[in-house]
Nanobody, 127 residues
Framework: VQLQASGGGTVQPGDSLRLSCAAS????????VAWFRRAPGKEREPLGC??????????FYADSAKGRFTISRDDGKNTAYLQMSSLKPEDTGVYYC???????????????????WGQGTQVTVSS
């Protein structure tokens, strides 16, 4: 599967933004999908993930994403989403989606657990 992340841009603090992760080459419904972020000068960090529809599209969030970020999927469109609200300057970074058909849930926040990655989309939160 090939992943294409999009939807980034420059927004003001407090704004909302929805990122998309469009899949091609395979049907995304067989894959769990995760979102990661790399802020300037920091290590890449997990934001959360969503299981396959077969597993109820269960969502899990890292502490940094809880309450403001929502991950969803639309398998009919072969796309997953990251809805972000109340954005802060510290949310600035490159956002990546990743997918894998064989996630071990105990490793769901580990980048190494995902074999397929999108190219990243830049989000800048600035007044």
């Amino acid at each position: 599967v090939q992943l294409q992340a999009s939807g980034g841009g420059t927004v003001q603090p407090g704004d909302s933004l929805r990122l998309s992760c469009a899949a091609s080459g395979d049907t995304l419904d067989e894959y769990s999908v995760a979102w990661f972020r790399r802020a300037p000068g920091k290590e890449r960090e997990p934001l959360g993930c969503i299981s396959t529809s077969h597993d109820s599209s269960a969502t899990f969030y890292a502490d940094s994403a809880k309450g403001r970020f929502t991950i969803s999927r639309d398998d009919g469109k072969n796309t997953a989403y990251l809805q972000m609200s109340s954005l802060k300057p510290e949310d600035t970074g490159v956002y990546y989606c990743a997918a894998d058909p064989r996630i071990i849930w105990s490793s769901r926040y580990a980048a190494a657990a995902y074999a397929y990655w999108g190219q990243g989309t830049q989000v800048t939160v600035s007044s």
